[in-house]
């Protein structure tokens, strides 16, 4: 996924959020809580309605040009991500159909992205499974550092949950360092992952 792509899945994620949502392959109205699918051609996101999301519950049912993104999301304790590089704020890593993993990092602008190490990725690997098995283009490991009064959270998400965190950032995002808003909107991400998908998952 490269940043131009996702750059360009992200404004469509702003821009349908504005309109009515749409069914990427049939145009039929779509709900609040519909699935996508990732279009490895044109490299964006499309909603999908749940019978056309149903046409591709199956590896290959698209011939590798479409990927449904899964729904599964999971959080993450205990996992230490030396070697990654991990700044104070927000990342998410990506894996690349190559085996490549790409690290965004969300900012007022978009994100900024970068390669990371082979050998270092492999060692977070080896240390949790769950991220050994990550769906590459449509799943992402997710890490916020948290602020000095709290916060601190990894989980494995659906990489849709990563464009939505990205378009509230540049919504709210004011001055140099963001303002208190946007780190409100941040925590209420947060909590709202938690509160619905369940508390902490180990790593054994």
Request: hydrophobic share 40%.
């Amino acid at each position: 996924m490269t940043a131009g792509a996702l750059q360009r899945a992200i404004r469509r994620a702003g821009q349908r959020a504005a309109a009515v949502e749409r069914c990427g392959m049939c145009a039929g109205p779509v709900g609040p809580e519909h699935r996508h699918v990732w279009d490895e051609q044109d490299g964006e996101l499309m909603c999908a309605c749940t019978p056309c999301a149903l046409l591709f519950e199956r590896e290959a049912a698209a011939g590798g040009r479409y990927q449904l993104v899964p729904t599964q999301r999971m959080r993450l304790t205990g996992l230490s991500t030396d070697g990654l590089g991990v700044p104070v704020g927000l990342v998410f890593f990506v894996k690349q159909q190559d085996g490549r993993v790409l690290a965004h990092y969300p900012s007022p602008l978009g994100t900024t992205e970068s390669e990371i190490d082979a050998d270092a990725w492999r060692a977070v690997e080896a240390r949790s499974p769950v991220l050994a098995e990550l769906a590459p283009r449509v799943e992402a490991f997710l890490i916020w550092t948290g602020t000095p009064r709290g916060g601190g959270q990894q989980w494995l998400v659906p990489v849709d949950d990563c464009f939505r965190l990205v378009a509230l950032i540049r919504r709210h995002w004011t001055g140099m360092s963001g303002g208190s808003e946007v780190w409100r909107e941040i925590a209420g991400f947060f909590d709202d992952l938690g509160r619905r998908h369940g508390g902490p998952s180990g790593n054994d």
